[in-house]
């Protein structure tokens, strides 16, 4: 059976079609969790604004207000920490399963060449042979390249992943240092 068979290329051609469909429909899936994830955050922000004029509206003096809304500093930061964390955890599931396709594709296109390389090399003239191992080998070292960049990326990723975690923290810790004064000052 050779690689150029023309109903194995309709094949590769109608799969690679639906995997092309399939990305798309992942994209489009990830975009329109981000712009529920902007309406939702910008309903949030619109209903706090509308509570914090009916409060400052309803409140007899500053000191008052400052009370009833405990810690604006802090609620806007953890807003934005909620916001970015989330947007964060969408964009790392779209990498995720786009690398996963990417990988399923590679393996595809690896076992593809291997098939070819077999089957040219049985039907080519013996002298070829070290031409055809040399082929192979020139396969092989790509493979492990790719896999050594593929697990050196997703190690980069996975360090992202644990600074972006330990930034919101200390962001957080600090912001609740900081708004403590406030905090006192308001009360008194």
Same mark, same amino acid.
């Given at each position: 059976?050779?690689?150029?068979?023309?109903?194995?290329?309709?094949?590769?051609?109608?799969?690679?079609?639906?995997?092309? &469909? /399939?990305? /798309?429909?992942?994209? &489009?899936?990830?975009?329109?969790?981000?712009?529920?994830?902007?309406?939702?955050?910008?309903?949030? /922000?619109?209903?706090?604004?509308?509570?914090? $004029?009916?409060?400052?509206?309803?409140?007899? @003096?500053?000191?008052?207000?400052?009370?009833?809304? #405990?810690?604006?500093?802090?609620? =806007?930061?953890?807003?934005?920490?909620? +916001?970015?964390?989330?947007?964060? @955890? *969408? /964009?790392? %599931?779209?990498?995720?399963? &786009? !690398?996963?396709?990417?990988?399923?594709? +590679? %393996?595809?296109?690896?076992?593809?060449?291997?098939?070819?390389?077999?089957?040219?090399?049985?039907?080519?003239?013996?002298?070829?042979?070290?031409?055809?191992? !040399?082929?192979? @080998?020139? *396969?092989?070292?790509? @493979? !492990?390249? +790719?896999?050594?960049?593929?697990? %050196?990326?997703?190690?980069? *990723?996975?360090? %992202?992943?644990?600074?972006?975690?330990? $930034?919101?923290? =200390?962001?957080?810790?600090?912001?609740?240092?900081?708004?403590?004064?406030?905090?006192?000052? #308001? #009360?008194?």
């Amino acid at each position: 059976m050779s690689f150029w068979n023309p109903e194995q290329y309709a094949a590769a051609q109608r799969a690679n079609l639906e995997t092309s &469909f /399939a990305l /798309a429909n992942h994209a &489009f899936a990830h975009v329109q969790k981000v712009v529920e994830l902007n309406l939702d955050t910008f309903k949030s /922000a619109v209903g706090e604004s509308q509570e914090a $004029v009916l409060h400052a509206a309803s409140s007899k @003096s500053p000191r008052e207000w400052f009370a009833l809304r #405990a810690n604006p500093l802090e609620q =806007a930061v953890a807003r934005t920490q909620t +916001y970015y964390s989330r947007l964060f @955890s *969408i /964009a790392t %599931a779209a990498q995720t399963e &786009f !690398a996963n396709v990417a990988n399923e594709q +590679y %393996a595809e296109h690896q076992r593809r060449l291997h098939h070819f390389v077999d089957d040219a090399g049985r039907h080519v003239p013996a002298a070829s042979e070290p031409a055809i191992t !040399a082929l192979k @080998s020139a *396969i092989n070292t790509v @493979s !492990a390249w +790719y896999e050594s960049t593929r697990k %050196a990326t997703q190690q980069a *990723i996975d360090a %992202a992943e644990t600074n972006v975690e330990a $930034v919101n923290a =200390a962001v957080s810790k600090t912001t609740k240092r900081a708004a403590e004064p406030a905090e006192r000052a #308001a #009360a008194k």
